[in-house]
């Protein structure tokens, strides 16, 4: 065994399978890059592109894919500036190959591959949702979390309810059967006439209004799945029927209340899986994670049953790089040159619900 391949302490004693890893994300529209060292993330650079796409009022993927190839350089120079490393550093390379959109992740894995394979040096693929789930583990944040607990998946894509036994390893346990959360934020947003990416826009909004102003419903599909499209037609017709003087000022109120009812809706479901598992700990992760009604919702329920609750910094929450580093940690690297054949994919074959 090499050096390299020795599994080494970190400063927060996690295992350093891989030693450090220059990491990278370009899933959806931001260009992403870390350096990370187990469980220590030690920079940590996103380049967001949302105003690029907020005139379109969504992502482009044809323009998110050629502004990645524009950015990714200068952003893992800003990375490696930032953490006081050089390439010649490097241990390994981790990098997000899917889901997402094709065009973006095939730019990041592009580079990542040049990277590595200039160096000789292994490769670590990580799948989005892992990285989501991962971004519990950084380090310097107490306390920390150890599988197993119920992690809940929120992204602009995504809406599960995960059981993660060990490491990055998880099941699923529910899912939305239509939109996903950060879909029902971002849809709501654009209904109450808020700039792209409506979640955080909203989030701000919804902080100064009443929940208790609207009655929107709650719906319940099944146990534990999720759906948010009818929430959304109810925001519709509810904007239809008041005048636009009374949509104007009641905004703020209005927003409380819909982000309300996507709230009570994952935090109902959220601790049910828990008990229904019979697990003590619950963990969020995914872009919607960083809302601070689901943060302050969650930490309420989780002190009224009795339950652990693990809550990643917001700047982890959001796509990054760190969080692949922080996967990374738990999975196998590919060696030189084996990963020249690797592809990107679209859509994550998820199993079946555990
Ligand atoms: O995980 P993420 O950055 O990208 C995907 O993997 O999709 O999640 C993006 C989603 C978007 O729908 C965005 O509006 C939402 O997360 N989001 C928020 C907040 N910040 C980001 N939703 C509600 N409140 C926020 N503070
Ligand atoms: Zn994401």
């Known amino acids: 065994m090499s050096d390299r391949e020795r599994s080494t302490e970190t400063a927060s004693g996690a295992p350093s399978r891989h030693g450090l890893l220059l990491c990278i994300e370009t899933s959806c529209d931001d260009t992403s890059a870390a350096l990370v060292r187990g469980h220590d993330v030690l920079a940590s650079i996103v380049s967001s592109q949302h105003e690029l796409h907020a005139e379109f009022g969504g992502i482009v993927p044809e323009v998110a894919s050629r502004r990645h190839t524009e950015l990714l350089n200068d952003v893992v120079a800003e990375a490696l500036a930032a953490a006081d490393a050089g390439l010649d550093d490097l241990d390994g390379v981790a990098v997000t190959v899917g889901p997402g959109l094709i065009g973006a992740l095939l730019v990041g894995l592009a580079a990542a591959k040049t990277f590595a394979w200039q160096r000789h040096l292994p490769l670590v693929p990580v799948n989005h949702l892992q990285g989501h789930i991962a971004a519990n583990y950084a380090a310097g944040h107490r306390p920390s979390v150890a599988p ?124 049910r899986c828990a008990e229904a598992e019979g697990l003590r700990t619950i963990a969020i992760a995914g872009g919607v994670a960083a809302n601070s009604g689901l943060r302050a919702a969650l930490t309420a329920a989780c002190e009224e049953h009795g339950l652990a609750l693990h809550l990643p910094a917001i700047e982890l929450c959001t796509d990054n790089a760190a969080m692949v580093g922080l996967a990374a940690a738990h999975l196998p690297a590919v060696p030189w040159p084996e990963y020249l054949a690797l592809d990107a994919y679209a859509a994550a074959a998820l199993a079946d619900k555990a």
């Open 148 to 271: 197993p607990f119920v992690c809940l998946v929120v992204s602009g894509g995504h809406t599960l309810l995960t059981l993660v036994d060990a490491g990055v390893e998880f099941r699923i346990a529910g899912r939305t059967v239509d939109d996903a959360a950060g879909e029902a934020f971002d849809k709501g947003a654009r209904l109450l006439g808020l700039p792209y990416p409506g979640g955080r826009e909203l989030d701000r909004l919804a902080a100064q209004g009443d929940a208790e102003s609207v009655d929107f419903p709650l719906a319940l599909p099944t146990e534990l799945d999720f759906s948010f499209s009818g929430l959304k037609t109810a925001l519709l017709y509810h904007l239809r029927e008041l005048p636009d003087a009374e949509v104007a000022a009641r905004r703020a109120d209005i927003a409380a209340a819909y982000q309300d009812a996507i709230v009570r809706q994952l935090v109902k479901k959220t601790v």
